[in-house]
């Protein structure tokens, strides 16, 4: 059981759509992270946020932690071909040094 | 800096054989991390360290060791290679004991093949 739910697994949308990307927990945590990971690279950090409520945003991608701090949500507006890879929300888990993930949502965003 | 560097690439054992991945770091970060990325499941936490000579076990932890003798190398041991080890494998490293708003920093991966 994946303590992390992301949804969807697989999206493939035109250029210029909007989208989100959810992550749904039934736990609480101190933290969430939303990574983006290239074909044979490791994930590299977009955002954190921490506080219950907060809203983040980088460029055309938003980022929200819901408050009660289970759930996440990272939506992008106007799509571009450049959005496309692998995105991969974590879970800093209260009171424990252990980072969990999402299983992904893959997304591709065609010209 | 080079960042989080993993050996090797790419390997290929057989059932029974044993190895070990590699990793190091160069930013005098505290914590390191040992993750598996397989299809639909995301990064699983297998070992993790919070200093020299200090680890702990994550969710998949079997089949599997790790020791941490200097703060930069954390080497993920495979006793005994099993088919069910073929994955991707990350390592990963942050400054500190994992607090709230910390950046973890990925390798690059050593992608796994075991038959």
């Known amino acids: 059981t994946q303590l992390l739910e992301q949804s969807p697994q697989f999206l493939s949308i035109q250029e210029g759509e909007n989208l989100t990307v959810y992550c749904n927990s039934s736990s609480v945590f101190s933290s969430l992270q939303w990574y983006r990971q290239e074909p044979g690279e490791g994930p590299v950090l977009l955002v954190t946020?921490?506080?219950?409520?907060e809203v983040k945003k980088l460029k055309r991608l938003t980022f929200q932690f819901g408050d009660a701090r289970k759930d996440s949500s990272l939506h992008i507006t106007a799509a571009q071909p450049g959005d496309t890879g692998l995105y991969l929300c974590a879970g800093l888990i209260q009171g424990a040094q252990k980072l969990v993930f999402g299983q992904g949502t893959r997304l591709t965003i065609n010209p | 800096n080079a960042g989080v560097t993993q050996t090797p690439k790419f390997q290929v054992l057989k059932t029974g054989q044993s190895m070990t991945l590699q990793c190091a770091q160069d930013m005098n970060h505290e914590y390191m991390s040992w993750y598996r990325q397989d299809p639909g499941m995301g990064l699983r936490l297998i070992h993790y360290s919070v200093g020299a000579g200090i680890t702990d076990q994550g969710e998949v932890p079997n089949g599997y060791n790790v020791s941490r003798s200097t703060t930069e190398d954390f080497p993920l041991r495979l006793l005994s290679a099993a088919p069910s080890q073929t994955s991707v494998y990350f390592c990963a490293s942050s400054y500190s004991r994992l607090r709230r708003a910390d950046t973890q920093y990925f390798g690059p991966g050593t992608r796994l093949t075991v038959l």
């Open positions: 946020v921490v506080t219950g409520g």
